[in-house]
C-alpha cells in the first residue's frame, strides 16, 4: 500500500497465518528488505525460508533477502494476485481499519503492531486458534 512516500509490506506465514505489518519510509527497495532482515532475524529458519512478492521494483533487491536470513524469494505472475491469495486476504482485512486513503506517513509502527495483534486473533480458518498458538505448535513439532 502507498500513499506518498510511507509505504506498508504486509507478510503473511503460509501454516500459521501471522501476519506482519512493516512500515517503511520509502520504495526504495534497500531500506525495505533491511526492515523485513530485521524483523525476521530473530525467527528460527523455518519461520523465514521464503518470501512471495508482487513485481513491484520495491522488491527489487531480494537477493539481500538471500544473504540476511537465508531466505529464498519467489515472484508471482504479473496480474496474477490469487497466487498470493492470503497476502490479499490480509490486505483486504487492513482496509477495513486503515482505508486506501490513509496517510501512512501519520501512522506509527506501534499503531500497526497493534493493528497486527488485532488481525492474528483467533480465525475460524485455524479451528478458531490465533496465528501465534498454530506458529507455536509448529515450533514444538521442530518446524
Not at 510511507?6 to 500459521?16: D, G, H, P, Y
Not at 497465518?17 to 524483523?39: A, G, L
Not at 499503531?111 to 479451528?127: S, Y
Amino acid at each position: 500500500r502507498d500513499l506518498g512516500n510511507a509505504n506498508l509490506t504486509s507478510l503473511i506465514e503460509r501454516k500459521s497465518r501471522y501476519t506482519v505489518m512493516i512500515k517503511n519510509q520509502s520504495r526504495h527497495s534497500r531500506p525495505i528488505m533491511d526492515n523485513i532482515i530485521e524483523t525476521f532475524s530473530p525467527l528460527p529458519a523455518f519461520a523465514r525460508q521464503s518470501f512471495t512478492f508482487d513485481r513491484g521494483t520495491e522488491f527489487a533487491g531480494f537477493r539481500a533477502l538471500e544473504d540476511g536470513i537465508g531466505a529464498r524469494s519467489w515472484f508471482c505472475d504479473p496480474s496474477a494476485p490469487w497466487q498470493k491469495g492470503a497476502v490479499e486476504n490480509i490486505n483486504k482485512r487492513i482496509r477495513r481499519y486503515m482505508p486506501g486513503d490513509t496517510d501512512l506517513a501519520g501512522v506509527s509502527q506501534r499503531k500497526l503492531i497493534q493493528l497486527a495483534r488485532h488481525l492474528n486473533q483467533p480465525r475460524k480458518c485455524l479451528d478458531y486458534r490465533t496465528p501465534a498458538e498454530v506458529f507455536r505448535a509448529h515450533l514444538q513439532e521442530g518446524g
